[in-house]
Each structure stands twice: as structure tokens, then as C-alpha cells.
């Protein structure tokens, strides 16, 4: 079982960057693919950014594309996730989530079988 921790939110204004870790401990970290969601308040829980085991394939929802990145490091089993060019909209709890099925990315929130606790992030215009 694959334990997630997340690390890096906070507070920033419009058009700042933050960057957000999620370190994984207890798996095989390369075995899964990674992805990112968030939830504002009063919403449902939606795919942000998504990797694959080695990471050869991203993808990412609408409204992270061009503006946030996400990468991996597999030999510190830590999934990245580069936000650039924040917006209030995007203030949210973000989470990591890890997916031992898929081959590649899914943006379904189903599909993930391990999540970590989540970091606020805050942006204020």
C-alpha cells in the first residue's frame, strides 16, 4: 500500500507560481501513475493534471493546460506539480493520487486507488 503526502501549498496572489511535492512511501513508486485533483470548497473533487509510471505521458484538464506542469522523479518517488500563472479560481485543497491499473493516465477520479491528505492552496486577486 502506497502512503501520500503532499507538501508546498499556501497562499499567493494572481499571477504568482507555487509548486506542490507529493512524496510516496510504501510501494513501488514507478509501478504507478500519478495524478493531481482538487476541490474547492462547495465542489466536487476534479482532475487537474495527470503522469504516467515513467513518465513518458501528461495530460492535463483544460484549465491547468499551458499554465501548470507536472513531472515526476521516480528515484526520489516524488510527483511534481509546477502551477504558473495562478488564478482565485484555482484556489482549492490539491491532492496527489496514485493508480496501480492504468497504463497510462486517467482522469477518472475512480480509477485512483491511493490519495493523500491534500494542501491548501489559496490565490488572491
Known amino acids: 500500500q502506497v502512503q501520500l503526502e503532499e507538501s508546498g501549498g499556501g497562499s499567493v496572489q494572481a499571477g504568482g507560481s507555487l509548486s506542490l511535492s507529493c512524496a510516496a512511501s510504501?510501494?513501488?513508486?514507478?509501478?504507478?501513475?500519478m495524478g493531481w485533483f482538487r476541490q474547492a470548497p462547495g465542489k466536487g473533487r476534479e482532475f487537474v493534471a495527470g503522469?504516467?509510471?515513467?513518465?513518458?505521458?501528461?495530460y492535463y484538464a483544460g484549465s491547468a493546460k499551458g499554465r501548470f506542469t507536472i513531472s515526476r522523479d521516480n528515484a526520489k518517488n516524488t510527483v511534481y506539480l509546477q502551477m504558473n500563472s495562478l488564478k482565485s479560481e484555482d484556489t482549492a485543497v490539491y491532492f496527489c493520487?496514485?493508480?496501480?491499473?492504468?497504463?497510462?493516465?486517467?482522469?477518472?477520479?475512480?480509477?485512483?486507488?491511493?490519495w493523500g491528505q491534500g494542501t491548501q492552496v489559496t490565490v488572491s486577486s
Open positions: 493520487a496514485a493508480d496501480r491499473k492504468s497504463a497510462g493516465v486517467s482522469t477518472l477520479r475512480s480509477q485512483y486507488d491511493y
Open positions: 503522469i504516467s509510471r515513467v513518465g513518458l505521458n501528461q
Open positions: 510504501g510501494g513501488t513508486f514507478s509501478s504507478y501513475a
